[in-house]
């Protein structure tokens, strides 16, 4: 986890040396994307009205 968070947030460089299975930009559109869902109990009172966001595509 520690790898894939300093990828993220442009500690280290992904490269062929120390690969990762996503490349950083579509770790940052998954980071979103969860950050998103994480959101959602504080944005909508009545689970019936709920917007679910769409999953990012890779």
Sequence with gaps: M???RELRT???VDDADDPTTLSS?????????VQTLADIPQ????????V??????F
């Design 43 to 50: 944005q909508y009172s009545d689970p019936d009205t709920v």
């Design 2 to 4: 520690r790898h894939s």
């Design 10 to 12: 442009g500690k280290i």
């Design 52 to 57: 679910w966001p769409s999953f990012p595509e």
């Design 25 to 33: 930009g579509n770790l940052t559109k998954l980071d979103d994307y």
